[in-house]
């Protein structure tokens, strides 16, 4: 699928090639090239546009994968790589069996736009950082520096303590500052709301300690239904928090996680597992359990920041599932109104 064009290829179930053609990226014109053939099952590569026309023709009537073209070798290991080969291998792989694609799942058109809110207010955070550590990089070379506070108060702090060589440069940017401050506070309580009427698993998730509203939020985002997992345990892999594996007869190397999946909600999950093994993380039996394996040095403790998203992500998952609050130590109580399965 390309911006302005999408190339299509319809075979038939022996593999016969119908149909090749290339259309406008359009719901209209993509239900059209498949309107002889009604009921299909259609393959789609991840891209911007693979879950808005997955979702359309879903509507349309045919059966829609989504295929993950990156665990895909016949599609980004080609040689002869064009749009062409990869419709022809994407109508072959489907016909034969989805599960050669890797399909991913296709979210609700409610879920990603609610995803997006955190997307959004992640982006403004981003951009606030880098202009914070501009500002900060631009008084170190004038031999000062600015003291130590929050990004929320970085705009009104550093107004005062700028040199008078940088005000004309760098007041401007400080206003800047403050004014996605003031985005980013918008959208938190755009979140709040959202989550408070929508979404009340996110109350239950945060629980947790380190889980905060944002990490709950995008769990359940993520996820949008734990029905979807058979076991919990599943979630760590569905993140990217498990190992690579590599293993052939008595070949079988430790290699690095993953990190498949959605790369933004490993963050999130992470950034919970470093707040609970950090100096400010109540003690809990799974700081415990992750202390006890960052024990070791440098390299166990990032093992260890990895081991504790990892079972976070387990144990929302189990905890949502359930209906179970989370406990420090002892068993969980069950949630005394009943949750809404989204």
Same mark, same amino acid.
């Given at each position: 699928?390309?911006?302005?064009?999408?190339?299509?290829?319809?075979?038939?179930?022996?593999?016969? /090639?119908?149909? @090749?053609?290339?259309?406008?990226? @359009?719901? /209209? =014109?993509?239900?059209?090239?498949?309107?002889?053939?009604?009921?299909?099952?259609?393959? $789609?590569?991840?891209?911007?546009?693979?879950?808005?026309?997955?979702?359309?023709?879903?509507?349309?009537?045919? %059966?829609?994968?989504?295929?993950?073209?990156?665990?895909? =070798?016949?599609?980004?290991?080609?040689?002869?790589?064009? +749009? /062409?080969?990869?419709?022809?291998?994407?109508?072959?792989?489907?016909?034969? +069996?989805?599960?050669?694609?890797?399909?991913?799942?296709?979210? %609700?058109?409610?879920? #990603?736009?609610?995803?997006? $809110?955190?997307? =959004?207010? +992640?982006? &403004? /955070?981003?951009?606030?950082?880098?202009?914070?550590?501009?500002?900060?990089? =631009?008084?170190? !070379?004038?031999?000062?520096?600015?003291?130590?506070?929050?990004? @929320?108060?970085?705009?009104?702090?550093?107004? @005062?303590?700028?040199?008078?060589?940088?005000?004309?440069?760098?007041?401007?940017?400080?206003?800047?500052?403050?004014?996605?401050?003031?985005?980013?506070?918008?959208?938190?309580?755009?979140?709040?709301?959202?989550?408070? *009427? #929508?979404?009340?698993?996110?109350?239950?998730?945060? %629980?947790?300690?380190?889980?905060?509203?944002?990490?709950?939020?995008?769990?359940?985002? %993520?996820?949008?239904?734990?029905?979807?997992?058979?076991?919990?345990?599943?979630?760590?892999?569905?993140?990217?928090?498990?190992?690579?594996?590599?293993?052939?007869?008595?070949?079988?190397?430790?290699?690095?996680?993953?990190?498949?999946? +959605?790369?933004?909600?490993?963050?999130?999950?992470?950034?919970?597992?470093?707040?609970?093994?950090?100096?400010?993380?109540?003690?809990?039996?799974?700081?415990?359990?992750?202390?006890?394996?960052?024990?070791?040095?440098?390299?166990?403790?990032?093992?260890?920041?990895?081991?504790?998203?990892?079972? &976070?992500?387990?144990?929302?998952?189990?905890?949502? !599932?359930?209906?179970?609050?989370? *406990?420090?130590?002892?068993?969980?109580?069950?949630?005394?109104?009943?949750?809404?399965?989204?």
């Amino acid at each position: 699928m390309g911006d302005k064009y999408s190339q299509v290829c319809v075979t038939d179930g022996a593999g016969v /090639v119908l149909r @090749e053609l290339s259309v406008k990226t @359009e719901l /209209v =014109a993509l239900v059209g090239a498949l309107s002889a053939w009604p009921g299909s099952r259609v393959a $789609l590569e991840t891209g911007t546009h693979s879950l808005w026309v997955a979702r359309g023709l879903l509507a349309a009537g045919h %059966s829609v994968v989504v295929a993950d073209s990156r665990r895909v =070798a016949l599609i980004h290991g080609n040689m002869k790589k064009c +749009d /062409v080969v990869d419709a022809r291998t994407l109508a072959r792989l489907v016909r034969v +069996d989805p599960e050669l694609l890797s399909p991913v799942h296709v979210r %609700s058109e409610r879920t #990603q736009g609610h995803l997006e $809110l955190l997307r =959004a207010r +992640d982006a &403004l /955070v981003g951009a606030r950082t880098g202009l914070i550590n501009h500002v900060r990089g =631009a008084v170190k !070379s004038f031999g000062e520096r600015l003291g130590a506070c929050s990004s @929320e108060v970085f705009a009104r702090k550093a107004g @005062e303590q700028l040199p008078a060589a940088l005000r004309a440069a760098l007041l401007p940017v400080l206003e800047l500052i403050g004014t996605l401050t003031a985005q980013i506070k918008g959208y938190d309580g755009k979140i709040a709301t959202v989550s408070e *009427e #929508q979404y009340p698993a996110v109350e239950l998730l945060r %629980s947790v300690p380190g889980v905060g509203p944002i990490t709950a939020l995008g769990f359940v985002l %993520s996820v949008e239904s734990p029905g979807r997992f058979g076991r919990s345990r599943q979630l760590g892999a569905y993140f990217g928090l498990v190992p690579r594996r590599d293993q052939s007869g008595e070949r079988d190397p430790q290699l690095r996680i993953t990190k498949a999946g +959605d790369a933004f909600m490993r963050r999130l999950l992470v950034s919970a597992a470093q707040y609970i093994l950090g100096p400010f993380g109540p003690d809990t039996a799974l700081r415990r359990w992750g202390l006890a394996k960052a024990a070791g040095g440098k390299r166990a403790k990032r093992v260890a920041v990895v081991a504790v998203a990892r079972k &976070l992500a387990v144990m929302l998952h189990a905890m949502w !599932s359930n209906g179970t609050l989370y *406990e420090a130590d002892g068993p969980p109580k069950l949630l005394a109104t009943a949750l809404e399965v989204v």
